[in-house]
Nanobody, 125 residues
Framework: VTLEESGGGEVQAGGSLRLSCTASGSIFTINVMAWYRQAPGKQRELVANISSDGRIDYGDSAKGRFTISRDYAANTVYLQMNSLKPEDTAVYYC????????????????????WGKGTLVTVSP
């Protein structure tokens, strides 16, 4: 499975960005697609994930501001980010797995099997 992200960049505080991630390869193995982020000196954290049956989980940092969605036919997951803050500055990674961990309530980054290369989001004050 290959995951390719796009849509990162620099935006001023209060602005919006939309990230996209398209999966290719053995996509039949994928149940959950997710966005994680990692800021300098911090651990990689969950932003949001979405399962093949449409169940969504958000990390605390994303609730109320970010929206994850998925085009199943296009094997693409999106992350709409609104009201961005400087503390949202990070490398955002697309990830995927078969959903076994998420079914047990585990969403830590180490349960993901496939990763994109990441896209940098910079929010200036």
């Amino acid at each position: 499975v290959t995951l390719e992200e796009s849509g990162g960049g620099e935006v001023q505080a209060g602005g919006s960005l939309r990230l996209s991630c398209t999966a290719s390869g053995s996509i039949f193995t994928i149940n959950v697609m997710a966005w994680y982020r990692q800021a300098p000196g911090k651990q990689r954290e969950l932003v949001a994930n979405i399962s093949s049956d449409g169940r969504i989980d958000y990390g605390d940092s994303a609730k109320g501001r970010f929206t994850i969605s998925r085009d199943y036919a296009a094997n693409t997951v999106y992350l709409q980010m609104n009201s961005l803050k400087p503390e949202d500055t990070a490398v955002y990674y697309c990830a995927a797995n078969d959903g076994t961990a998420q079914a047990m309530g585990i969403t830590d980054y180490y349960v993901m099997d496939y990763w994109g290369k990441g896209t940098l989001v910079t929010v200036s004050p």
